[in-house]
């Protein structure tokens, strides 16, 4: 008869000893999976990926150059407030001189009215909002207080702006630093795919670069517009510069971001527009179709229009590419291209 006997158990420690085991052989084997080297990528591969990041770092360079172009505007905005407090407290303390003569005026000649010497000792507010002692003074007094409450009330007014300006202002610089932080990272992070590259291969790149920039003024093919008007003389004052290297955060006369070299197109024209491309997206006349454009006319990329050109005719555009190019021309179906603006 078969026997019936239950097999031995394995005690608890042999089997968590095993389990021990069996988990720290499939640590292992997944630790030298990993450790196996990984496929070093081609030129190709390695440029594909250079560029992406230097197209991120172009929309990190649009934040920072709106930061840098707030900043400015706030601490401006800051010395006008500024001065116009320190003006209005000379005017103050005119004011409160001219009630001081008053009441010398009125001690010699028979002692100080109660009212003007309360004024003199106390916040006017409190006194002039008692209408019955209104009638205790002089038109003339009454005109003196009044000019000095509503200066008091003015320069109160102006040091809470600027208070809230500076607190504007401090929280700008934080984005600022940020957003340098970002380009700086992602540029970074370019060169290290970059040195993985052999020195044979990092030739060939920079010498196609340059191929790029160079045949791009050689090859291009603008028709007989130029422009006219504003847009262009800004063309013109583009093409000025063709050949100027790319350069985050740089708006001329010798190196360019993207909308660095749009808005300082415009300014060789006598025409101010805003700094960054998002902004310079916002203003004049949309035009949607490339067969309405003209040349001069600021054209945009991108689904989150991170970048701007002039439209330099035939399907072209006049722009600063991105880090490690040059002010150059290029076709417009290279990039997504959303809309045009006509200034």
Same mark, same amino acid.
């Given at each position: ?11 608890? /420690?042999?089997? %968590?000893? +095993?389990? %021990? /085991? /069996?988990?720290?052989?499939?640590? @292992?084997?997944?630790? *030298? ?19 992406? =990041? ?6 990190a360079t649009e934040k920072y150059d709106g930061a840098q172009a707030?900043?400015?505007?706030? #601490? ?45 000792? &106390? ?13 205790? =003074? ?5 005109? !003196? ?11 109160? $007014? ?10 504007? +202002? &401090?929280?700008?610089? /934080?984005?600022?630093? #940020? ?8 540029l970074s992070d370019a060169q290290q795919l ?10 060939? @790149? ?17 028709? %007989? ?7 262009? *003389?800004?063309?013109? *004052? ?22 660095? @070299? ?6 060789? !024209? ?9 902004? $310079?997206?916002?203003?004049? %006349? ?23 050109? +002039? ?33």
């Amino acid at each position: 008869m078969a026997s019936h006997r239950r097999p031995k158990q394995q005690s608890r /420690a042999r089997v %968590t000893v +095993l389990t %021990t /085991a /069996a988990a720290a052989a499939v640590v @292992l084997s997944a630790n *030298a999976a990993n450790a196996a080297p990984s496929q070093k990528l081609s030129k190709d591969q390695v440029k594909a990926k250079v560029d992406e =990041l230097y197209s991120q770092a172009e929309q990190a360079t649009e934040k920072y150059d709106g930061a840098q172009a707030k900043q400015e505007k706030l #601490q401006k905005e800051i010395s006008t407030i500024q001065d116009n407090v320190a003006r209005g407290q000379q005017d103050l303390n005119k004011l409160r001189d001219s009630l001081g003569s008053l009441a010398t005026s009125q001690y010699r000649t028979g002692g100080i009215d109660p009212s003007v010497q309360l004024f003199l000792s &106390s916040n006017p507010d409190d006194f002039l909002d008692k209408a019955s002692t209104l009638d205790q =003074l002089s038109a003339q007094q009454v005109d !003196a207080l009044k000019k000095i409450q509503d200066k008091q009330r003015e320069l109160a $007014q102006e040091r809470a702006e600027a208070t809230a300006k500076l607190k504007d +202002l &401090s929280a700008t610089r /934080a984005q600022l630093a #940020q957003n340098k932080k970002d380009v700086q990272g992602k540029l970074s992070d370019a060169q290290q795919l970059l040195n993985t590259l052999t020195a044979k291969e990092r030739q060939q @790149l920079a010498a196609d670069q340059q191929r790029a920039d160079r045949s791009s003024s050689e090859r291009v093919h603008l028709g %007989t517009s130029k422009g006219s008007g504003m847009a262009g *003389a800004a063309f013109s *004052a583009a093409q000025s510069v063709i050949g100027s290297p790319y350069v985050y955060g740089a708006s001329g006369p010798s190196s360019f971001d993207c909308s660095g @070299l749009t808005s300082w197109a415009y300014a060789q !024209a006598g025409v101010s527009i805003p700094r960054t491309s998002q902004e $310079q997206a916002t203003i004049g %006349t949309r035009i949607t179709s490339v067969n309405d454009l003209q040349v001069g006319d600021l054209v945009f990329f991108y689904g989150d229009i991170h970048h701007v050109g +002039l439209y330099a005719g035939n399907n072209m555009v006049l722009h600063a590419p991105h880090t490690g190019a040059v002010v150059r021309y290029e076709s417009m179906s290279d990039m997504p291209f959303q809309f045009g603006v006509r200034v």
